[in-house]
């Protein structure tokens, strides 16, 4: 499961401003509400003694008179004073609901909380609860706590402001005033602290959701050391189970094969605590019974003890398979372990109740004593480790020497491109030389034009005017022809 991800500090802060505004539309929404209670309260009270007042006008002369109630200044209902009594003699006396007024004041408020009629604002209607409202009420009237919220039917609130339609009273609403004292509303400093409280409060959420995250997020770190120590013991606890063993235990999930060392040494897979033998190991590179990808193994020593104490004292089996050449090539190897395993017997079978005692987290620490052949076995890995790593060495300082190559290349190539740059640069300072002489001489030679141009117009005002001359002696010399040519 993926750990879930942290909210930022921002988006906490927004949502605790989202709901301090929630909270302070629903304390305008209470106060405008109780407000408006308090006012149609008023006028019923006054509609109903007016209607007393009429009744007692218009009714029967045997009847006893009706007496309207008055409400005293200091809250207390008392009855009017009668003819002929002088008002020392007045008693103050407060009308107590009777039990079964209590009973349908009860039922009418359960049908009316079933279906209220209470319209909200229209700014506030998508967050705009009644029953809110009236419950928080509920809460704040210390004195009262047995007397459940009032709400009011729609009948009462439809009262006329110009008196000219008038409403019944409610005998119920009387008694719940009677009961029930008037509370002020919330002061500025009440409200400042309710609003403090609901702060912390959220506050004090937010903190344990993220320590939920946390945890979360540390539970499967925890899980791979209890599966890899609970796999283990598990493995034992099977073998020594009134002398019997589990084989399907001791054989190779993926190949099947019983995983007898040196070949088929049991191997515990790291982070998912599943056990494989060496050699299925090597060719895949995920776990196949959980396909978690495999980071590293060790030699699972606790169940590889088991496994050869356990096929020493069992016969072998018939068929022809690759454990009989093994067990036929390395007899006197085994011959000699067995003898240990039966030696070290029951320091084993103890040391196995101990581990099987032991809590899931607990990390268990490795045999105290090893075979020769397991010190051999271990020292030939490592040593070929040691070969593969100084392999994968070289290999890494031959890509990090052709890596410095390339990247002397490269230093090179921008050395040459900066160069190439600097060389373009100064050519274009040269060409933009270039150009602003030209654009000079381009000027020069436009003025010239200019004057030529006043120089070409001048000498064409001089020849009109010499034409013109020319012209006019042309006809003086037609005239002195003329002349001569006539007589006196």
Known sequence: ???????????????????????????????????????????????????????????DSSAPPVKPKQSSPNGNISSPPVHGESPQNIKISTKMPTKSGFHTWISNRQIRTESPQVVPDKDTAHEYN????????????????????????SSCSATSSTGSKETDPDPRLDEYHNRVPQTDSLSPEKFDALADEIVNRVKRELHLEKREMLS??????????????RTESTDYQSSNNNGTCDISSHKCPMCHELMLPPKWCPQLLIPCGHTSCQKCIKRSQSCLICNHPIQSSTPNI????????????????????????????????????????????PKIHQLGKTYSQMPSEVIIPETPRKTAEEYEEEYHNLLLRCDVLRDEEQVICDKMASLEQQKQTEHQQIENISTTQKRLQQDIKKLQKQIEDLDSHKEGYRFKIDDLDAQKKKEKRRLELIRSTINQLKDEIKKIKKELQCPF
């Open 302 to 345: 606790m169940l590889q003890q088991i496994i050869i104490s356990y096929h020493q004292r069992s016969p072998l089996p018939d068929h022809n398979g690759p454990h009989d050449q093994l067990y036929s090539d390395n007899m006197p190897s085994v011959s000699k372990r067995s003898q240990q395993v039966e030696t070290n017997g």
């Open 1 to 59: 499961m993926p750990p879930k991800q942290l909210k930022s500090k921002a988006v906490l802060k927004a949502e605790l401003k989202d709901k301090l505004r929630e909270i302070r539309v629903k304390q305008q929404n209470w106060l405008q509400e109780r407000e408006s209670s308090l006012n149609i309260s008023s006028t019923i009270n006054n509609n109903k003694s007016e209607k007393q007042r009429e009744l007692s006008k218009n009714g």
């Open 130 to 153: 009644p029953s809110n409202y009236l419950d928080y009420n509920h809460h704040r009237e210390d004195d009262h706590t047995d007397m459940p919220p009032l709400r009011l039917p």
């Open 216 to 229: 979360s997020e540390e539970a499967p770190a925890r899980k791979v050391n209890s599966d890899s120590v």
